[in-house]
């Protein structure tokens, strides 16, 4: 960068450069503002003039983001890991893909689903002109599907339930079962919804199976239970927020985005019938084998990683209940999968966690059992480290 270069010196500084990269790369460079935008930069440096200590136009601006990579407008969505078990429960899920069992079905509810009835019809698509839309709406309610997708071949199986209670879900599954032979092994991919453990669904399962259910006095008994591989209809549990590892989550996008985004419903009655009829269509024409080939690789690093970013942010979102969590799931982590993170990610938490004790040490309290997690956490991460 200090070479010399053919053409006009450039006339903003390298600290004028490295001010403004600065500047950009704080959370909330504007008051107030968590978005901002190139020319709304520029028009608030231009009136702060102290911040640069020199004028910079927006296409400057522009050229010097896009040399550093810097994409400040720019956010994604993610589901934090908070489960303590979250991994071992996930090795089972991906197990379960792996073994491809001819009979292997995703299980899910989409619920709150809107008929909107727009207050004018759309116009087509006509020439150059696009496809107009009316913006407003008239609610005429909501509805719910149970689905279940056959991983296999792609078939999907819909009902629209009038809610998501226990009876009603096995009422679902149940007619889902009646359609294969009474000697087939079924296997159902589902979240851990207290709906799915209910005694009562239970009770459907074991009639199903023709089995006499046994006394299961708490949800982890009722759990463990219907993951049992002895019997034909056994159950794989999703960990919390483990969501996107259920394959029925694409189709359910599949469904929003080809028969139900911006479309305009007159009734309930009209928006189950579109989803009915998109299943069929699904299912005669379109329906194929879904894929499963994720493996976790790299997820165990990424926990830890925007783990130890909370830490060094103090943020402010890290309360007692979250954290608590959180060291849990790093304590077994660091216990049954060292390996899967380099040891620089692992040397980067415990030199973060010695560090920012006293802010830690605030969000827990008086807690003596957090306390605890917290030292042997610590301990342990010391042990690896040095013995590594």
């Known amino acids: 960068m200090d070479r010399s270069r053919s053409g006009r010196p450039s006339i903003i500084p390298p600290e004028v450069n490295l001010r403004l990269l600065a500047f950009y790369c704080q959370y909330n460079p504007l008051p107030g503002y968590t978005r901002w935008s190139i020319r709304w930069a520029e028009t608030y440096l231009q ?15 522009h050229r010097l983001l896009k040399s550093n990579s810097l994409k400040p407008y720019r956010n994604k969505y993610f589901l934090q890991i908070c489960d303590p078990d979250f991994f071992p429960k996930m090795e089972k899920i991906i197990k379960a893909y792996q073994r491809a069992y001819p009979y292997l079905f995703c299980l899910d509810e989409c619920t709150g689903l809107q008929a909107l009835e727009r207050k004018a019809p759309r116009l087509p698509a006509q020439g150059d002109l696009p496809e107009y839309i009316e913006p407003e709406y008239v609610r005429h309610g909501t509805v719910s599907i149970l689905s279940i997708l056959q991983v296999s071949t792609g078939q999907v199986f819909t009902e629209c339930i009038p809610d998501h209670t226990s009876s009603t879900i096995t009422s679902s599954v149940r007619n889902h079962v009646l359609q294969y032979d009474r000697s087939a092994e ?9 709906s799915h453990s209910t005694e009562e669904f239970c009770l459907g399962i074991a009639e199903l199976c023709g089995l006499d259910l046994p006394k299961l006095k708490t949800a982890h008994d009722r759990r463990q239970w ?8 056994i159950f794989h549990f999703l960990p919390t927020h483990g969501s996107w590892l259920n394959l029925i989550e694409i189709w359910f996008g599949i469904l929003q985005q080809k028969a139900l985004k911006d479309e305009s419903f007159l009734s309930t009655t009209d928006l189950k019938n579109r989803i009915i009829s998109f299943t069929e269509t699904w299912d005669s024409d379109f329906a194929h084998p879904f894929k499963f080939s994720y ?13 130890t970013k909370w830490l060094q942010m103090h943020s402010p979102q890290l309360n007692v209940k979250f954290l608590e969590k959180q060291l849990r799931l790093i304590s077994n982590l660091a216990t049954s999968y060292w390996p899967k993170a380099k040891r620089k990610a692992w040397n980067v938490l415990y030199e973060t966690l010695q560090e920012n004790n006293d802010f830690i ?7 003596e059992d957090l306390s605890a997690l917290l030292t042997n956490l610590s301990k342990l991460l010391y042990c690896k480290l040095k013995a590594a």
């Open 47 to 61: 009136k702060h003039l102290d911040i640069l200590q020199c004028p910079i136009s927006r296409s400057s601006i």
């Open 186 to 194: 079924l296997h159902y991919i589902c979240d851990n919804y207290s």
């Open 226 to 233: 219907l993951q049992s591989p002895q019997k034909r209809i």
């Open 295 to 307: 493996s976790g690789d790299g997820l165990h690093e990424k926990v830890i990683s925007r783990f």
């Open 361 to 367: 040490t605030a969000i827990i309290g008086t807690g």
